[in-house]
């Protein structure tokens, strides 16, 4: 069993940052993926950016690329987003995710266990 908990989000005007973390607990293995996603009211949840917990390989989708930056430390067991140059359509629940991801690192259903969620609004 896996326990995540994020934290760090908030309200920020459009063009500021904001810095995502999970805390990760149990029982971890180094081979799983921990993943990013986001869910706004009305849609369904999408991927946002995942790493490896071993190799520390780096995924994102197209949406965040170059704006969002996602990091580990294995030593607290956790992971980062560093969200620069939000805009007002990142607004959403942001949910950590800890899995295997073998076939798939965006696809929700890769993924075992879930936080609760972190609400991130950006206005202009």
């Not at 180094?30 to 706004?40: E, H, I, L, N, T």
């Amino acid at each position: 069993q896996v326990q995540l908990v994020e934290s760090g989000g908030g309200l920020v005007q459009a063009g500021g940052s904001l810095r995502l973390s999970c805390a990760a607990s149990g029982r971890i293995f180094s081979s799983y993926c921990m993943g990013w996603f986001r869910q706004a009211p009305g849609k369904e949840r999408e991927f946002v950016a995942a790493i490896r917990w071993s190799s520390g390989n780096t995924y994102y989708a197209d949406s965040v690329k170059g704006r969002f930056t996602i990091s580990r430390d294995n030593a607290k067991n956790t992971v980062y987003l560093q969200m620069n140059s939000l805009k007002p359509e990142d607004t959403a629940v942001y949910y950590c995710a800890s899995g295997r991801a073998r076939s798939s690192y965006y696809s929700p259903i890769e993924y075992d266990y879930w936080g609760q969620g972190t609400q991130v609004t950006v206005y202009w």
